[in-house]
Nanobody, 123 residues
Framework: QVQPVESGGGSVQAGGSLRLSCEASAFKHTAYCMGWFRQAPGKEREEVATVDFDGTTTYAESVKGRFTVSRDNAKASLTLQMNSLSPEDTAMYYC?????????????????WGQGTQVTVSS
């Protein structure tokens, strides 16, 4: 299966934590970038955090200091630890495997997207 598979979404109150997981066995030991993206209703998809094959991480300014992304190349898995959640973090979260970290989009070639997992944060 080429498509990544996410898990771990849910509902939480503001200030709480959630941990998202992504399994992407098709990309085991590859040079693909892996990342988390999110899309809230009525808004465009945005980058949350990425981890390149060499371990280089990037974070959106809005999540720096609160979210931590990690990657296990041997298992081809990706996690996103989300702390101090706020209602503004409510969105569908997608895991993606990208040929290049900065070249992403739902319809671009060599981008592989999961089905998404919903995160809802209540105030």
């Amino acid at each position: 299966q080429v498509q990544p598979v996410e898990s771990g979404g849910g509902s939480v109150q503001a200030g709480g934590s959630l941990r998202l997981s992504c399994e992407a066995s098709a990309f085991k030991h590859t040079a693909y970038c892996m990342g988390w993206f999110r899309q809230a209703p009525g808004k465009e998809r945005e980058e949350v955090a990425t981890v390149d094959f060499d371990g280089t991480t990037t974070y959106a300014e809005s999540v720096k200091g609160r979210f931590t992304v990690s990657r296990d190349n041997a298992k081809a898995s990706l996690t996103l630890q989300m702390n101090s959640l706020s209602p503004e973090d409510t969105a569908m979260y997608y895991c993606a495997a990208l040929r290049v970290c900065k070249e992403w989009g739902p319809d671009l070639p060599y981008n592989y997207w999961g089905q998404g997992t919903q995160v809802t944060v209540s105030s």
